[in-house]
């Protein structure tokens, strides 16, 4: 069993920063795949970014490329998800998420473990 925490979101305005973070307890945090997704009313969940176990590989979701970037410290059982330019349509829930299996990272369904989503808004 793995228990996710992210930090706590936040408001920013359009084009301004903000840094997430998961911090992972229970079993190796080095074993799992990572990644976060979002959430708004009345959407489906949209996947955001994941990395590697190793940290080697990254993915990122077309609305994010270029803009987010996600990293993780093994040796904190820590996943980050660092966002830079943002826009009013980055407003949504944000969730980590923990793989065991193989499958597609950008894929909701093959995540075992999530966190309970943090708030993020981002002011026009």
């Known amino acids: 069993q793995v228990q996710l925490v992210e930090s706590a979101g936040g408001l920013v305005q359009a084009g301004g920063s903000l840094r997430l973070s998961c911090e992972a307890s229970?079993?190796?945090?080095?074993?799992?795949?990572m990644g976060w997704f979002r959430q708004g009313p009345g959407k489906e969940r949209e996947f955001v970014a994941a990395?590697?176990?190793?940290?080697?590989?990254?993915w990122y979701g077309d609305s994010v490329q270029g803009r987010f970037t996600i990293s993780r410290d093994n040796a904190k059982s820590t996943v980050f998800l660092q966002m830079n330019s943002l826009k009013p349509e980055d407003t949504d829930v944000y969730y980590c998420?923990?793989?065991?299996?193989?499958?597609?990272?950008?894929?909701?369904?093959?995540?075992?473990?999530w966190g309970q989503g943090t708030q993020v808004t981002v002011s026009s």
């Open positions: 998420a923990a793989k065991e299996t193989r499958g597609s990272p950008a894929a909701a369904g093959v995540y075992n473990y």
């Open positions: 229970g079993r190796t945090f080095s074993s799992y795949g």
């Open positions: 990395i590697s176990w190793s940290g080697r590989s990254t």
